[in-house]
């Protein structure tokens, strides 16, 4: 079965001056999302970024260059990313639409990992 | 009796966040930090607190809800405030005290949050409590500043109870913070010769608090009624302190939980206010009422009659009434007879005037609401020539009547009110010339919202 990787962008002053009763009202729909996925066994794992920083490196003249983040000509920043797996890009979509992270400035970007054939079997 | 809180903790299925957990956790964690810290430390305790939230707002949603949340919270504030401090290790102002008591608390074995006594925790809210509460804040500080750090509201949300800017509120937090720091305020519940003075700012700004949920002008209903809950909360847990559990105490709560047992009748299916005598006492919250009656009965010890007293006394005789018209109206005028010496402002007046009218005559009434000195507060104005205008109309004056419901209206606050004070104008024009002058009968009151003792 496919598996796709769902990238999560946010611009990085979202957050700014939130309340902890709306903290805790985001994180509830959040976490209520994320144990979906796991109750539907479509959960294939999530790693967070570490945010505001990163590095990027790339060869110039057979230099190797390094950039250090953060990278300011993107507005949003990774913070994030789930796998999952679903029959189709269809349904990642599908998966992707309901998250609460879908809000104004967010996004989400699906892409669909791609296996060495045959598939590692999964466990 | 003294429980480590990370064993409490564990009752809490880590996926579920019980209601109000991070605003309250928001208190509680500030008040570990600042006692860590010295109150001089309160910007910096908040911080890492705020700090801690958003990291778990970054974290959770990729990870989960950790098996112990709170621990996970006060590991990651401890971190960053420790963090802050030693960015100020070069400057003049740096606070190596301060950084050694929190590196001392910070517990090596990693994640595993220190021992932390129930009653240490309810001590150190407290001791917050009167930092914030201090004499030396002006009182709308203390009150905007008790909302922010003990009761974790956002500064937003204190704006829209107050309808007041963020700029502004923000403003009075940085101002607060400050006097905080340079007038050296001690992180302590006060000792026993202090804590009279200190006790009378906190109980003021806590029925400040109250009141400013309770009043039904604009605001956001939702916040308005958390601000109640907050109030008792912090109310109830003096109470629960030897030292702060005084009489004055008792009948502050007592005073809150009575008026709060009213709220879900005070206003209709429409949103419209109602009046103490239409409100369907069915709808009275009965637990809130025998809260009340026993932390009255707790009140009445020791030798000084405070205003709390007389006033959770006055709403007592309200809530225990079966009906409107079994309401002990002699009870009620002895009693603001007595508030009236202790405390002789035109709201408490203009409420006794009221009681009088229902012992005496709506002329008694009159007599003394002109008796009363006007000041520039219009919210009395209005509640004056509301109870103006109903006496005037219960004696059958009616073009009177008409003059002063129009003045009320004039002055009205919110949509609520103003609807209650057309309906009233309209009615005057379906009442029959000839009034009936008897005492007692079916009087129409204020609404109940205008009959806060302020």
Redesign the interface.
Known sequence: MPQFALLFSAPETW?D????????A???K??A???GLIQRNIFRG???LV?GTGRRLRTQNGKVLITEGPFSESQEVL??F?VIEVPTYEDAVEVARTSP?LVDGQLIEIRQLDFMVPPPTQN | MAEPTAASESAIPC?E?VD????H??GRMVSHLTRILGARNLAIAEDAV?HA??R??????????PNHPKAWLIQVAYHRALDVLKKDRRLDLYDDEAETALTRQIDPRQGRAPVHFTNEVADEQLALIFVCCHPALPRPASVALTLKVVC??????IARAFLST?ISINQRLVRAKRTIRDQNIRFEVPSPAQLPDRLEAVLDVLYLLFTEGYAATTGDHLIKDDLCAEAIRLTTALTENTATSQPEVHALLALMLFQAARLPARVDAAGDLLLLEEQDRTLWDRALIHRGLRHLAQAAHGDHLSTYHLQAELAAAHVTAECFALTDWDHILTLYNLLQQLQPTPVVLINRAIALGQVEGPAAALDALESIPYDNQSQRYRLRHAAEGEFHRQLGNLPQARTFFQRALSCAHSEPERRFLERKLKSLAHTPLIANKKNRINVSNLPDTNRLYE
């Open positions: 957050r001056n939130l309340s902890p009763e709306e903290i805790q985001l994180i509830a959040y976490v999302w994320r144990e999530s790693q967070k945010e913070g994030g789930f992270n | 996926t966040l109000h957990l991070f605003r956790e928001f705020q939230m958003l778990a707002l970054q974290h959770w949603p990729f990870h989960g809800t974790g509201f956002g500064v937003a949300e963020e």
